[in-house]
């Protein structure tokens, strides 16, 4: 009886790595990514796009556009406005006059990020509801030094027409009022999208 049992556990275990390699030879392999040609996706040629147009920080009023939502105990004390947070949803305008033909929206967050001059951390959307470009985005996200002549910051990405977007946006302050704290920046993006 012993004989049968051990020949039995043997023909089992010989049965079970049999099916266990026939299953593993017969299973598709799973994985986490894979190439794909630009056109599985309906991308044509990459272009690149330069768009032009003027930022409206309006923190002033009964209708900012720029609002603080957090700060820290020493943002009030720092030179700089270490630790304070806005949140925006700027208007974006063909010419530096607020009146003129809105483009788009900066929607999101700048906060101080630096303790030895005013140097903002920009995390914002460029919402554009014109043209070819309506209900497309482009990402920024990177350093604002304000008061340098031109800043650069990073299209990390975007949506819409604007989709694998990457490139760079350069900001140069059009006007700033220091009574109110209001400002308009002249932005030029250059940015490569499909």
Do not use: C, W
């Not at 990459?46 to 920080?57: A, I, M, R, T």
């Not at 999101?108 to 303790?115: P, V």
């Not at 951390?121 to 304000?146: A, H, I, Q």
Request: charged share 15%; net charge positive.
């Amino acid at each position: 009886m012993a004989k049968i049992l051990q020949n039995l556990a043997s023909s089992f275990l010989i049965l079970s790595i049999a099916l266990s390699f026939l299953i593993v030879a017969n299973a598709k392999p799973q994985r986490f990514t894979k190439y794909l040609s630009p056109a599985t996706l309906g991308l044509k040629k990459e272009k690149l796009s330069h768009l032009h147009f003027y930022f409206h920080d309006i923190v002033s009023g009964k209708n900012p556009t720029a609002v603080r939502i957090a700060r820290a105990d020493m943002t009030n004390t720092s030179s700089t406005g270490f630790g304070m947070v806005a949140m925006i949803d700027d208007p974006l305008t063909m010419t530096p006059e607020l009146s003129s033909k809105l483009v788009g929206r900066a929607q999101g967050i700048y906060a101080s990020a630096s303790q030895n001059d005013i140097g903002l951390l920009m995390t914002m959307n460029f919402v554009f509801m014109e043209g070819k470009y309506n209900g497309s985005t482009l990402s920024v996200l990177g350093r604002n030094s304000v008061f340098s002549t031109v800043r650069e910051m990073p299209i990390v990405g975007g949506s819409g027409l604007f989709r694998f977007a990457r490139g760079y946006a350069q900001a140069s302050t059009h006007t700033f009022d220091r009574s109110t704290g209001d400002a308009v920046v002249e932005y030029n993006v250059y940015v490569f999208h499909y």
